[in-house]
């Protein structure tokens, strides 16, 4: 059972377009966590979010916290080659001990 | 300061084959993780430890085991691969406080033939 969902899985687009990417689930999260990750690499934390309601700006990238803290969104403006990568998300809950983690998006952004 | 450190960085097995994977960490945290990683299905966790002689199962850990007899090292043993455990593995760990980060070894990639 896949508890985070995210869409799309893949996404390709032209730099200078916009784009959203999706991170849901039934179960509420205390946190929830989005990471980047690039070829032969780990992921990487971009940001947690904790509160419902949340938004996050990070330069081109904003991030938002469902009010009842079951999904998620990450919002990318005028994307850059360098955006190109998976994006994860990741769901805490309080004392489990470990996160789960989406499937993942996959974005290409073509010069 | 390494961080998160996995050994070896790349491996082919022949079926039936054993080996162990190392992750050392330098960060002094509690939580360590082992996952894999396969095309479309993200990371998926195999066993992760809470502390230094604990261990657990996560989603998918039937081939492998774990041990973590030291604090900033977690063991991932496989005693008889097989192809379907061709894969990325990654290790992480995590603080004890409330919503942190992850960090992330930089992966092994084990072919299985």
């Known amino acids: 059972t896949q508890l985070l969902e995210q869409s799309p899985q893949f996404l390709s687009i032209q730099e200078g377009e916009n784009l959203t990417v999706y991170c849901n689930s039934s179960?509420?999260?205390?946190?929830l966590q989005w990471y980047r990750q690039e070829p032969g690499e780990g992921p990487v934390l971009l940001v947690t979010?904790?509160?419902?309601?949340e938004v996050k700006k990070l330069k081109r990238l904003t991030f938002q916290f469902g009010d009842a803290r079951k999904d998620s969104s990450l919002h990318i403006t005028a994307a850059q080659p360098g955006d190109t990568g998976l994006y994860l998300c990741a769901g805490d809950r309080t004392n489990a001990g470990k996160s789960t983690f989406g499937d993942g998006t996959t974005l290409t952004v073509k010069p | 300061n390494a961080g998160v450190t996995q050994t070896p960085k790349f491996r082919v097995l022949k079926t039936g084959q054993s080996m162990t994977l190392l992750c050392a960490q330098d960060m002094n945290h509690e939580y360590m993780y082992w996952y894999r990683q396969d095309p479309g299905m993200g990371l998926r966790l195999i066993h992760y430890s809470v502390g230094e002689g604990t261990t657990a199962k996560g989603e998918v850990p039937d081939g492998y085991n774990v041990s973590r007899l030291k604090k900033q090292n977690f063991l991932l043993g496989l005693e008889s691969a097989a192809p379907s455990q061709t894969s990325v593995y990654f290790c992480a760990t995590k603080g004890t406080g409330m919503n942190t980060e992850a960090f992330f070894g930089q992966g092994t990639r084990l072919t299985v033939v």
């Open positions: 179960s509420v999260f205390s946190s």
């Open positions: 979010v904790v509160t419902g309601g």
